[in-house]
C-alpha cells in the first residue's frame, strides 16, 4: 500500500451553506448532498494533497476512461450522531480495505489508508449539521475512484480521482420487499469483478431489475450464474434466510461482495447464541422450507437498507409468502447494529469509530 | 425505437483549428481529438437536439450515475478517404443496431437511428480534412452513452448524453500478438452483459490483462466462464482459428460482443469459397491440433486493429508457437476489407456508406 507521510489536507470552505433549504423529514435517498466534498487526484504515479472544498460539478474531458471502460469503484458508509452530539462511523477499517481490494480487482492504484480516514474524519467535521441524531438518521458517505485520463485506448489510466460526497440519509426500503430468485440474467461470473464494488456491476443489474419490477418484485436474489441453483445477494444486500431457528448465508466468493452488515450480522448471531451457517445455499432447499413452514424469515443486509425484510419471493412461476416471526431476528439485528452506530448499548468488537 | 421527425443538428463551429500541431505520421491511439464533438442530451423522457460543438470538457456532477453505477455503453467505428477524397463509413447501421442492444441491457433510452446516422455524418464532413487517404489511415469515431443524472441511488438514470469525439488513427497492434487463454479470470457470464458494448466490460479485464502482460503475452483470449473449456473472444477483437484451409470461429451468444468486423469476415469468406464454421472452439482442439501442425492461423478481428495475426498462445504453463502460413488468410481478409473501406474495391454487400 502506498503510504502518505503527511496527513494534510487542503481545506477551502463553502461561503454559504444550503442546509437550511432541505427538508430533513423528507429525504429522498442521495438527492441531495452537503456542503463541501473531497477530492484527491492521482497523476505522475502518485496520488497528490487531498483538497476538501465546496461541494461543485467537476470537469472531465469526453476522452475520461471512466466514461468509456468503466475504470469506476466506490463505497458506502455512513456517520450516525448520538444524543450527546457525537459522532461515530462505523468500522470504516473494512470499507478501507474493500475500497483497495475493489481497486486492485480494477487495475487502479490503492488509496492511502491515511487519506482515507483523515479525509472522512475532516469532512464529516466539517458537515457536523448535516448530521441529525436519532435512530435511523445518517450521513451517508460516498467514496469513490475513477479514471479521469483522457484516452480511450482499452487500458488502464495513469489519472484518477478519489472523491467522497456525503448525503443525508434516512434509512431506505423500510417496507417488507418481494423478491425474484435469478434464473436466467446473471450479476457476476466465477473469475469475475463481483466481489469488487465495481460501478459496472451495479448496470448490469438495472434491466433484469426493471424486469422483475414489471411483475411486482423489487429486487432480484441473485443466484450462480453456472446453474442459477445457489442464492447470493442481493442488488445491494447480502441475503440472510431463517429456517427454524437457524440463520444462513451465503459463503463469500469472487461473485459475491463482502458486506461489512453481513459479516457484522454473523457475528452478533455468535454473540446472541443464534446459530448461523455459512455455507451454499440452494433454491431448492428455500423452497422446500417455505413449503413446509420451516422458512421463518429472509431479510437483506446492507449499509443504506440496515436490515431489510423480505416477505415474498418467486422462482419458476410459483410465488412464495413468508410469514415473518414473532421474535424476528430481523428486528433482533437491525437494533443491535443501529444501538452500537448510535453509540446506544455496548460495543464489545471496537466498531464504533469516534470522528468528533 | 424512439423516432425523431427532424434531423436538425445545431452547429457551433471552432474558431480555429487544432490540426497543424498534429503529427500524423506518429498518432497514438485514442489521445488526439478533432476540433468538434456531438452532444445530444436525453431528458424529460427524450432526446434533445444534437448540437456540434467546439470539442471541450463536459461538467458532471459528482454524483453522476456513470460514474456510480457504470451506466456507459460505447461504440467503435472509423471513416476512411479514397483517393479522390470521397469518404465512407463502414456498416454504420451495425454499429448503430449494436448501440441499442447496448442500451436496452443497461437499461439506458434508445438513440434515435436519424440522429446517429446524420450526426455522423455531419461531424465526419466537418472534419474532412483529419482524415487522410491511404491504406490503415482512418478516423475513428467514438459514440458513446453515459448516465448523467446527478442521483446516487442504484437505479436506472433518467438523463444521459449521447456523444460522438472522433480521433484520428493508424492501424494498431501491427506485430503479431502472443496471448494466453484464461484460465482463472472471465470477461463476462451466461445471463450477463457481455454481449453489450458496456464500459464496465472493459474495467474488467484490464487487471488479469496485466498479469498476463507481465508474463509476456499482450492480450487473454477469454473462456467461457463456467468451464474455461471454450475459446470465445479477445478483450476487443472477435477470434478466429484456421485448422488446415477450415477458418472457425466462436458462436455469438450472451457472452461475446457481436463484432462487425467478425460478421464480414465470414461474409467474405463465403464469398472466397473459405470453409468458415461458426461453432464452439474448445481449447483442447486447437491444442491438439497446435501440437499435430494443423493450427496454421489464429487472428482477431475488430475495427481498431482490422485483423490481427496471433503468434502464440500459452494454456496451462505450456507455449505454442503459430506459425503462420504462406497463403495468410488473416492478410487476406484484411486487404479484402480495407479495399472495400477504402473505395478500392467492388462492395458486393453495400457495406460502404458515403458520407460526402
Ligand atoms: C452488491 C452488494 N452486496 C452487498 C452490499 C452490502 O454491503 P455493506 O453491508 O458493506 O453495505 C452492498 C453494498 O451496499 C452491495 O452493493
Ligand atoms: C469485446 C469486443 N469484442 C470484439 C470487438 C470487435 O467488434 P467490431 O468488429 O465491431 O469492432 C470489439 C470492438 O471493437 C470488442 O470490444
Redesign the interface.
Known amino acids: 500500500m502506498n503510504m502518505i507521510p503527511t496527513n494534510e489536507i487542503d481545506l477551502v470552505k463553502a461561503s454559504s451553506s444550503k442546509i437550511n433549504d432541505v427538508d430533513f423529514n423528507n429525504l ?4 441531495i ?1 452537503t456542503d463541501h ?1 473531497l477530492v484527491c487526484n492521482y497523476k505522475d504515479g502518485k496520488w497528490q494533497k487531498p483538497q476538501i472544498m465546496p ?1 461543485q ?7 475520461a476512461r ?7 469503484i ?1 463505497e458506502g458508509m455512513k456517520a450516525y450522531k448520538d444524543d450527546d452530539g457525537k459522532i461515530f462511523m462505523f468500522r470504516p477499517d473494512q470499507n478501507f480495505a474493500r475500497l483497495n481490494k475493489s481497486a ?4 487502479m492504484p490503492e488509496f492511502p489508508k491515511n487519506y482515507f480516514i483523515n479525509g472522512l474524519e475532516t469532512l464529516i467535521t466539517l458537515e457536523n449539521e448535516w448530521i441529525k441524531p436519532g435512530k435511523g438518521n445518517s450521513l451517508y458517505l ?1 467514496p ?1 475512484i ?2 479521469t485520463e ?7 489510466a495513469e489519472e484518477y480521482s478519489f ?1 467522497i ?1 456525503c ?1 443525508p440519509a434516512k434509512a431506505y426500503y423500510t417496507d417488507p420487499v418481494r423478491v425474484l430468485f ?1 434464473e ?10 463481483g466481489y469488487a464494488k ?10 433484469p ?2 424486469l422483475a419490477q414489471e411483475k411486482g418484485f423489487q429486487q432480484i436474489i441473485w443466484t450462480d ?2 446453474s ?1 441453483d445457489y442464492l447470493e445477494e442481493a ?2 444486500m447480502n441475503i440472510f434466510f431463517r429456517i427454524g431457528n437457524k440463520l444462513i448465508t451465503a459463503p463469500n466468493n469472487d461473485r459475491i461482495l463482502d458486506g461489512v452488515t453481513r459479516k457484522s450480522i454473523i457475528q452478533i448471531a455468535e454473540d446472541l447464541g443464534i446459530d448461523c451457517e455459512v455455507r451454499r445455499v440452494s433454491v431448492s432447499e428455500i423452497k422446500a422450507a417455505a413449503k413446509d413452514g420451516s422458512l421463518k424469515e429472509v431479510f437483506g443486509a446492507g449499509t443504506a437498507a440496515v436490515v431489510s425484510p423480505i416477505s415474498a419471493f418467486s422462482h419458476a412461476e410459483e410465488v412464495f409468502e413468508i410469514s415473518g416471526s414473532e421474535d424476528s431476528y430481523a428486528s433482533i439485528f437491525k437494533d443491535h447494529l443501529l444501538n452500537i452506530q448510535h453509540n446506544i448499548s455496548e460495543d464489545k468488537h471496537g466498531w464504533r469509530h469516534k470522528v468528533c
Open positions: 429522498q435517498f442521495g438527492r448532498f466534498m461541494y460539478p467537476m470537469t472531465l474531458e469526453p476522452s471512466v466514461l468509456h471502460y468503466g475504470q469506476a466506490f486492485t480487482r480494477l487495475a460516498r469513490f475513477v479514471a483522457p484516452a480511450i485506448a482499452a487500458s488502464p472523491m460526497i448525503s435469478a436466467k440474467y446473471s450479476r457476476s461470473a466465477d473469475g469475475g469483478v465495481a460501478a459496472g456491476n451495479y448496470a448490469a443489474q438495472f434491466y431489475t426493471r450464474a453456472s442459477h442488488g445491494t
